[in-house]
C-alpha cells in the first residue's frame, strides 16, 4: 500500500519520504507472500459490494501504474476459472448464484462446458469438465511488483528510508531511533505493524507453496471449490505454480505446518496429475492485516491519514484506495495544515 500510494503521491507533485522498517529489496510485509491476484469476483463471493468496487476502480488503474514503472511485474489480464469436483459440483453452482445475486451484469460470469474449457485452458480437461471463467480478473508478481516499484521510486527521488522502524506517529510528525520529525502530513501503511494503534487490527495467517512444474501449462489462474476450503493455482514466470492459500484466525507467521501442505498437496493433485512430478520448491506463511468487518479502512484526521485492513486484497485494492487516501490529504491540506512543518508528505 505504502509503495503504490508513493506513486499517486508523486504523481501529485508531493515530496515523500518513505520509512520502512526492513530493506528496500525484502522482508516481512505480506506483499511479498502474496499470490498477486487481482480477482474482484471470485473474491465477491465472501467479500463486500465495496470491496468489489474498489477492485473494479483498482483493476482499470493498474495497466496505467504498470505503463510508469516501466518494468515487466508478470501482469495478465485472461480472467481466472473456477472448477469444482465432480463430487462438489453443488460448490460451483452455489458459489455461481451467490456472485450472480450481488452483480447486475450477467456477462461477467460466463460457464464453460467441456468444449469450451478444452479451448481455454485445455490442461483443466482431464479431471474437469466445465468451469466458471471470470473474464476481466487479472494477476501480477507481487515480488516484483514490489521491485518495480521501488526501482521507480527511487528513481523519482523519493527520500527512502530503509531499516528505520517508526516508533510512534501523531499527526504531523514521527518518531524513529533517530529523533521526531515533522512533516505536513503523516500518512501510517504499516499494515500489521500498526497493531499498537489501530484497535481491532488482527493477522489472517495464509500459507502457501510454490511449485515447479514445467508440465503443466495453465495460462490464467484457476480456484478449486470443496467443502472445507478454496484453493487456488496462479501461473508465474519459469514454469513456477502458486498453491495457496489457508486461511487462518491467528498472527503466527511461522513457516508452513505439515497439515496445511498435505491438504493443499493433496488438493492440487487431485487438479492435475502431472502435479505428482512437480517440484516443492518454496513455502512460505504470511499475516494478512484485517479489521473487524475484513473491510480496508482510510481514518484520516488533519495531518495523520491511516489506511489499513487490505485483508486477501491489498494488490486488488492499493491503486483505487491511493487515490482515496489522496483525495482525503487533499481535503486536509486545503481546510487544516499543521503549523511549522516542511513542506511534505510523508508515508510510513
Ligand atoms: C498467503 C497470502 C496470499 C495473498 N494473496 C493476495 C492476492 O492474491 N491478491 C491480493 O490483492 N492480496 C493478497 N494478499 C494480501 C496482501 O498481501 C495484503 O493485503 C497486503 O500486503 C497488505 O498491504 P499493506 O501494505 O497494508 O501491508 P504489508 O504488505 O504487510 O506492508 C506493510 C509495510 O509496513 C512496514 N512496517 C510495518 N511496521 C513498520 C514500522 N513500525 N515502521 C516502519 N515500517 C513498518 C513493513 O516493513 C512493510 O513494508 C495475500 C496475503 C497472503 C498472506
Keep these: 500500500m505504502g509503495r503504490v500510494l508513493a506513486c499517486y503521491l508523486l504523481r501529485a507533485g508531493h515530496r515523500v519520504t518513505l520509512f520502512d522498517r526492513d530493506p528496500v529489496d525484502s522482508g516481512a510485509a505480506a ?24 477492485g473494479l476502480r483498482s483493476l482499470q488503474l493498474w495497466p496505467e501504474l504498470l505503463r510508469e514503472l516501466g518494468r515487466d511485474v508478470d501482469f495478465h489480464q485472461r480472467g481466472s476459472l473456477v472448477v469444482a469436483h465432480a463430487a462438489d459440483a453443488g460448490e460451483l453452482v452455489h458459489f455461481r448464484r451467490r456472485l450472480a ?4 451484469a ?7 462446458d467441456a468444449a469450451a474449457l478444452e479451448q481455454l485452458e485445455p490442461a483443466l480437461t482431464d479431471v474437469f469438465d466445465r468451469a466458471l471463467w471470470l473474464p476481466g480478473e487479472a494477476w501480477l508478481d507481487g515480488r516484483r511488483t514490489m521491485a518495480a516499484l521501488a526501482g521507480h521510486l527511487q528513481a523519482a527521488g523519493v527520500a527512502w528510508q530503509p531499516d528505520t522502524a517508526v516508533l510512534g506517529l501523531e499527526p504531523g510528525a514521527l518518531t524513529t531511533e533517530r529523533g521526531r520529525q515533522r512533516f505536513d502530513s503523516v500518512i501510517d501503511c504499516r499494515g500489521l505493524g500498526a497493531r499498537d494503534d489501530i484497535p481491532g487490527l488482527r493477522g489472517v495467517r495464509g500459507e502457501l507453496l510454490w511449485l515447479h512444474a514445467p508440465r503443466l501449462r495453465l495460462q490464467r489462474p484457476v480456484r478449486l471449490l470443496h467443502p472445507r476450503y478454496r484453493l487456488y493455482l496462479v501461473p508465474r514466470q519459469d514454469n513456477i505454480l502458486v498453491l495457496g492459500a489457508t486461511q487462518l484466525e491467528s498472527d503466527d507467521t511461522g513457516p508452513v505446518t505439515v497439515r496445511s501442505a498435505l491438504e493443499l498437496l493433496s488438493a492440487a493433485y487431485s487438479m492435475h496429475s502431472e502435479l505428482g512430478e512437480a517440484r516443492l520448491v518454496h513455502s512460505e506463511a504470511n499475516c494478512r492485516p484485517a479489521l473487524a468487518d475484513n473491510q480496508p479502512a482510510i ?3 488533519p495531518g495523520l491519514i491511516r489506511v489499513n485492513g487490505l485483508f486477501r486484497h491489498g494488490f486488488l485494492l492499493a491503486p483505487a484506495l491511493a487515490q482515496d487516501v489522496i483525495e482525503h490529504l487533499h481535503r486536509d491540506a486545503a481546510g487544516n495544515r499543521p503549523a511549522g512543518t516542511d513542506n511534505e508528505v510523508m508515508q510510513a
Design 101 to 104: 445475486a450481488k452483480l447486475t
Design 31 to 54: 506483499a511479498y507472500t502474496a499470490a498477486g491476484m487481482l480477482a474482484p469476483w471470485a473474491e465477491l463471493e465472501q467479500s463486500e459490494m465495496s470491496v468489489f468496487r474498489l
Design 299 to 301: 481514518v484520516a484526521t
Design 106 to 112: 450477467a456477462d461477467q460470469l460466463r460457464d464453460l
